[in-house]
């Protein structure tokens, strides 16, 4: 199954914090571009040169990705058994 969600829930729940912590290993980031009314205009891999975030930046990921799994364990469960 494949069920489209948007980039603003992907980031939200800390999932993009989480991909872009793997991929800075390798040197890339997803990056996410904004139109003035808040709303994804694009989206890109991209080169970096810096690895990891600032210590508020992780904080927040981590919360933000320990509640996304708090919220939807139940039905990554389901998913995992079916």
Do not use: Q
């Given at each position: 199954?494949?069920?489209?969600?948007?980039?603003?829930?992907?980031?939200?729940s800390?999932?993009?914090?989480?991909?872009?912590?793997?991929?800075?290993?390798?040197?890339?980031?997803?990056?996410?571009?904004?139109?003035?009314?808040?709303?994804?205009?694009?989206?890109?891999?991209?080169?970096?040169?810096?690895?990891?975030?600032?210590?508020?930046?992780?904080?927040?990921?981590?919360?933000?990705?320990?509640?996304?799994?708090?919220?939807?364990?139940?039905?990554?469960?389901?998913?995992?058994?079916e």
């Amino acid at each position: 199954m494949v069920s489209a969600r948007t980039w603003e829930e992907f980031r939200t729940s800390g999932l993009l914090w989480w991909t872009n912590r793997m991929l800075h290993l390798f040197g890339y980031a997803i990056v996410l571009e904004y139109s003035d009314d808040n709303k994804v205009t694009r989206a890109y891999p991209a080169r970096v040169k810096f690895r990891g975030f600032a210590e508020v930046t992780e904080n927040k990921g981590f919360e933000d990705l320990t509640e996304y799994l708090v919220n939807n364990a139940k039905v990554l469960r389901k998913d995992c058994n079916e």
